[in-house]
């Protein structure tokens, strides 16, 4: 991994941060599913895949959206509801997509996004293409029929597809533990024939170079994968549900912060200077400034709009 390569890692899992927070202390900021402490997993699965692959996500979409590259002024533009976004305003976070920027989007019912997934990844391998289809969902979606569907079709016709499991070890406020039989997630791909992993989702290198192999077997031609990263998210469940984990679990949680931990790593290792960082720093709080001013100058979709895209 070159030093260019780390510092894009750094600064994509920052604009993340970055943007959420700034979005949050908005009072229109609306129903949002945070991606704050999971950052590694999208921006690592992200630096796996190339241009003309396709990503699709749960509701959780903002974080996957900016590390798959969609500009964050257009990002907050459609969850503020601004005719500027992708999808004109309408689709907000929990529908998010753009699929020629490589965006296929966001799907708010859990696992809904899995079987959409295999038949985008199925398209591909029909049309002949060398591309992939990865698929970021939480882990209460591996309680869902839809995952054991789209494992078993998806091995059985050898479909480009990675499945990416970013268990933060929370269905909203049910524990992992008490919800799942599994010893670990990844368990799930065996009775498949297929390769399921289990990485720290924490540490954004971990993720990356677990996913470049699995990506480039789906892109050969040898079928699908089960990736799945340990995480934690450092807020709520959502923007209206109120936190149920103790003060003291979240502070542990917040300590193994995955910026904190890779700016440091990388400090360490001589690849990045402090003056560095906080050039990063600087660039990525511009980048959410001025993605806010796009956003608040752009309109609200006209009425007559409202049963456009309607299907």
């Known amino acids: ?23 949050v202390r908005r009072k229109d900021h609306g129903f949002q599913l945070l991606s704050s402490g999971q950052e ?3 921006v690592g699965v992200c630096a796996a895949l190339e241009p003309d692959d396709q990503l699709l ?54 696992a809904g996004n899995l079987t959409i997934a295999a038949g985008v990844a199925l398209s591909m391998s029909v049309q002949g293409l ?58 799930l791909a065996q009775p498949f024939g297929v390769p399921g992993i289990t990485v720290d989702g924490m540490d954004v290198r971990a993720v990356r170079e677990a996913a470049l192999p699995l990506v480039e077997r789906a892109r050969s031609g040898l079928g699908p994968a089960l990736l799945e990263c340990i995480s934690h998210r450092f807020s709520t469940h959502s923007t209206a549900t109120r936190e149920t984990r103790s003060a003291h679990e979240l502070a542990d949680i917040k300590a193994n912060c995955p910026i904190r931990r890779f700016a440091a790593r990388l400090e360490a290792e001589s690849i990045l200077t402090a003056l560095a960082y906080d050039r990063i720093r600087e660039e990525v709080e511009i980048a959410v400034r001025d993605a806010i001013a796009f956003a608040e100058a752009a309109p609200y979709p006209d009425s007559a709009e409202v049963l456009s895209d309607v299907v």
């Open 1 to 23: 991994m070159s030093k260019m390569d780390d510092a894009r890692l750094l600064r994509a899992m920052l604009l993340i941060r970055t943007f959420e927070q700034a979005l």
């Open 40 to 42: 590694a997993v999208s």
């Open 57 to 110: 996500c749960s509701g959780r979409s903002i974080g996957p959206a900016l590390a798959r590259g969609l500009s964050p002024s257009i990002v907050m533009a459609e969850l503020l509801g601004r005719s500027a976004g992708p999808n004109r305003g309408k689709g907000g976070r929990g529908h998010l997509a753009w699929p020629a920027e490589g965006f296929f989007g966001a799907h708010a019912v859990v």
């Open 130 to 187: 060398s591309t992939v289809t990865a698929c970021i969902f939480g882990d209460g979606a591996c309680g869902a029929g839809a995952l054991h569907e789209s494992l078993n079709i998806a091995a059985l016709w050898k479909l480009p597809l990675v499945l990416v499991c970013d268990n933060n070890q929370y269905s909203i406020s049910t524990p992992r533990s008490e919800a799942l039989a599994p010893k670990q997630l990844s368990d």
